[in-house]
């Protein structure tokens, strides 16, 4: 592996690590609870109205809302890393 490929790899995973709670916290994922009138409250919403007027424990709006409370346990960053990872493979595939 080139090191410009190596480098899209570690750039990617440490990038995207960096950026989920900055994301979660502009979509509404917040420490103080799902932000009134985000993105976070449409998804809950909707959620909730595909459950039969619950949102489901263990789910992913729980999930989120976990997240963007107390942040990324260590599988979500691991799994966040991955991703990022992946997606700077592919953007040095290209560029």
């Known amino acids: 592996m080139d090191p410009l490929t190596g480098a899209a790899i570690v750039g990617g995973a440490v990038g995207a690590v960096a950026a989920a709670p900055v994301v979660l916290g502009a979509a509404g994922f917040t420490a103080a609870g799902v932000a009134a009138g985000s993105v976070a409250a ?43 990872a992946a997606g700077g493979f592919v953007a040095r595939l290209f560029f």
Not at 49 to 66: E, H, K, P, R
């Open 42 to 84: 449409k998804v809950m919403s909707a959620a909730a109205v595909a459950n039969g007027g619950a949102v489901a424990a263990g789910g992913a709006v729980a999930a989120l809302q976990s997240a963007g409370a107390a942040g990324l346990s260590m599988a979500a960053t691991a799994a966040v890393a991955g991703v990022g």
